[in-house]
């Protein structure tokens, strides 16, 4: 992974590649840029101050000048463009930017397929503009977990009901897609830890393992209303994952054609109960048809 600090174009310095190397694995199409900061550090852009520091109303990290030069380049360029987006100013300035390449100068979504990665905190309407537009909302189940503890106290009780909000974005997405990742280094990179919060909507407490979790809301989690179905969660960490990144056709599914990559597990995480989710262990890896852990 490269990273570059200036906000100068740089895409001229970067090539384009597709099923490269000897085993076919590294594809170079897409860029990630970062709009603002974190919920935890007061430094996600709100559009309104935050409900524990009405002073601050958080940074964007790249001027909004200087985003919408860089992504009309990007896209005018053939790169798919992700965009680090936590607070409700940086989405809705990010959507902004999608809008107009979408409707005044000819994006083709499906073509295109830009992602807001994090997709944090949204007003109602935008997240109604996500599904209208067709962008895709990259998540990772993880945060809300980790944050549960204080993102009600940073934004109040009318902008966290637009916040961590997956069922809703799943809802409005025209596709229903929405890729679940882990956001490894920051997160674990646990994938059954990720499908147990997407889920359950709660924190695993090593100190009681025979419990299911707990959250500000109680043992169902908190806003249950927006916890992912277990079969939503395993296709946003598979075929959404796969769709998100042009390769549906290639991995995300078991299915005649595609390349066989797939984990064997001890239990039957669709099944259990929730708590033992986190207990399940990997016993078979398989890449491109070939065991790479374990054995079959």
Not at 28 to 55: F, H, M, R, T
Not at 134 to 142: A, D, K, Y
């Amino acid at each position: 992974m490269g990273h570059v600090s200036s906000s100068e174009y740089w895409g001229s310095q970067i090539p384009q590649l597709i099923n490269y190397g000897k085993q076919q694995h590294l594809t170079v199409k897409s860029v990630k840029l970062v709009a603002d900061g974190a919920l935890g550090s007061w430094g996600a852009a709100l559009l309104e101050p935050y409900s524990d520091k009405p002073d601050n109303r958080g940074i964007l990290l790249t001027p909004p000048e200087e985003l919408s030069t860089l992504v009309h380049q990007f896209w005018k360029d053939g790169f798919q463009v992700n965009i680090h987006c936590i607070g409700d100013r940086a989405n809705h300035l990010i959507l902004d930017i999608f809008e107009d390449i979408m409707t005044k100068q000819g994006g083709n979504i499906t073509e295109w397929r830009p992602r807001i990665e994090h997709a944090q905190i949204m007003t109602l309407n935008d997240i109604k503009r996500v599904g209208r537009l067709g962008v895709i909302t990259s998540v990772q189940p993880t945060h809300a977990t980790s944050d549960m503890s204080y993102a009600e106290t940073r934004l109040g009780p009318e902008r966290i009901m637009g916040a961590y909000a997956y069922q809703s974005l799943l809802r409005v997405s025209p596709n229903h897609i929405l890729p679940l990742g882990s956001d490894f280094p920051v997160e674990s990179i646990n994938p059954l830890l990720g499908f147990y919060a997407a889920v359950a909507r709660l924190r695993f407490d090593p100190e009681h393992p025979d419990s299911p979790g707990t959250s500000p809301h109680g043992s169902r989690g908190w806003y249950p209303e927006q916890k992912l179905t277990r079969a939503q969660a395993l296709k946003g960490m598979t075929l959404d994952a796969a769709y998100a990144s042009f390769v549906e056709n290639e991995i995300g599914s078991l299915t005649p054609g595609k390349k066989a990559d797939f984990v064997v597990l001890n239990k039957d995480i669709m099944t259990i109960p929730v708590a033992d989710i986190l207990r399940t262990r990997v016993t078979t890896t398989v890449v491109d048809g070939r065991v790479v852990y374990g054995d079959l």
